[in-house]
């Protein structure tokens, strides 16, 4: 059961990281069709999300450490020795976040930083990720034992949303305000 949270929460991490990245190159790209204006945005992105993920994994699971290490102290467990697990590591559960997330993170990432074309390296950083969004929200789905199909649907919508408003917001800002980051090569 463990090692099945442990998996949920890496494919989610995962998941997380290629929403976020994605989303946010796709953004970017609504105000410039640089190359390294949407590689910048998605490595600070990806760095930044990194360090969140496990920063708060590290402190939810410390806490969560602190909490069963009281009891245990104050005597307060109701199992028998042979039912202890081990108490929870903070630093594996922030390191393994961090991981997920960037895995996630690294596919848009990789596939926009090779593509000179703004329509093409948009196009191409949506299907990847519309492809990743379906693995993950299928393997998400089967660890929590739902039916695959529906998981991959969900996901894939979810993170559809997020690219499309996140596209939209930026565009909308970057001709208000009449921001043009394209002239920079």
Same mark, same amino acid.
């Given at each position: 059961?463990?090692?099945?949270?442990?998996?949920? *929460?890496?494919?989610?991490?995962?998941n997380?990281?290629?929403?976020? #990245?994605?989303?946010?190159? /796709? %953004?970017? %790209? *609504?105000?410039?069709?640089?190359v390294? *204006?949407?590689?910048?945005?998605?490595?600070?992105?990806? #760095?930044?999300?990194?360090?969140?993920? @496990? /920063? +708060? &994994?590290?402190?939810?699971?410390? @806490?969560?450490?602190?909490?069963?290490? *009281?009891?245990? &102290?104050q +005597?307060?467990?109701?199992?028998?020795? &042979?039912?202890? &697990?081990?108490?929870?590591?903070?630093?594996?559960?922030?390191?393994? !976040?961090a991981?997920?997330f960037?895995? $996630?993170?690294l596919?848009?990432?990789l596939? %926009?930083a090779?593509?000179? !074309?703004?329509?093409?390296?948009?196009g191409?950083?949506?299907?990847?990720?519309?492809?990743?969004?379906?693995?993950?929200? @299928?393997? +998400?789905?089967?660890? $929590?034992?739902?039916?695959?199909?529906?998981?991959a /649907?969900?996901?894939?919508? $979810?993170?559809?949303?997020a690219m499309? /408003?996140?596209y939209?917001?930026?565009?909308?800002?970057?001709?208000?305000?009449?921001?043009?980051? !394209?002239?920079? %090569?």
């Amino acid at each position: 059961m463990k090692r099945a949270q442990w998996l949920r *929460a890496s494919v989610l991490g995962a998941n997380d990281g290629l929403v976020s #990245v994605a989303s946010l190159m /796709i %953004g970017v %790209g *609504a105000a410039s069709s640089t190359v390294k *204006a949407m590689l910048v945005s998605g490595l600070a992105g990806l #760095v930044a999300g990194a360090c969140s993920m @496990a /920063i +708060g &994994e590290f402190v939810s699971v410390y @806490a969560q450490y602190d909490i069963e290490k *009281a009891m245990i &102290e104050q +005597g307060n467990t109701n199992d028998g020795d &042979e039912n202890k &697990e081990p108490l929870a590591n903070p630093w594996l559960a922030a390191g393994a !976040s961090a991981l997920s997330f960037s895995i $996630g993170g690294l596919l848009p990432l990789l596939a %926009g930083a090779f593509i000179n !074309s703004w329509s093409v390296r948009l196009g191409v950083v949506c299907a990847i990720t519309s492809l990743g969004l379906v693995v993950f929200g @299928a393997i +998400g789905a089967l660890l $929590g034992g739902a039916k695959p199909y529906r998981g991959a /649907i969900r996901v894939l919508i $979810g993170g559809w949303l997020a690219m499309a /408003i996140t596209y939209g917001v930026l565009k909308l800002f970057s001709s208000f305000l009449h921001v043009n980051l !394209s002239s920079s %090569g």
